[in-house]
């Protein structure tokens, strides 16, 4: 099995900043793609930032304000938010396309979640 599991989140005044972690565990050949969604409650999932092999992904909401990165030999990534803002408060879900042990076939998981809330 894999599993990602995310941490970091938790309740920020605006303009603070919060640092997220995802680590990725089970029986994993090699990781591709690890990235950051965020949901609204009501709202669709959407793209925060990605990064594959040392190129990385924005959303415009995102630039200049967060940073994606990733530790390869801890299979894990981060997202440093700075600047937030009351609207970047939503769950944050840790994404990884990965290949597992033994497979050829690339998969992708989700973590279950982590709670960022950014008040005024």
């Known amino acids: 099995q894999v599993q990602l599991v995310e941490s970091g989140g938790g309740l920020v005044q605006a303009g603070g900043s919060l640092r997220l972690s995802c680590t990725a565990s089970g029986s994993i050949f090699s990781i591709n793609r690890m990235g950051w969604y965020r949901q609204i409650p009501g709202k669709q999932r959407e793209l925060v930032a990605d990064i594959i092999s040392g190129t990385t992904n924005y959303a415009e909401s995102a630039k200049g304000r967060f940073t994606i990165s990733r530790d390869n030999a801890a299979n894990t990534v981060f997202l440093q938010m700075n600047s937030l803002r009351p609207e970047d408060t939503a769950v944050y879900y840790c994404?990884?396309?990965?290949?597992?042990?033994?497979?050829?076939?690339?998969?992708?998981?989700w973590g279950k979640g982590a709670l960022v809330t950014v008040s005024s």
């Open positions: 994404k990884a396309d990965l290949f597992r042990t033994g497979s050829s076939i690339l998969m992708t998981y």
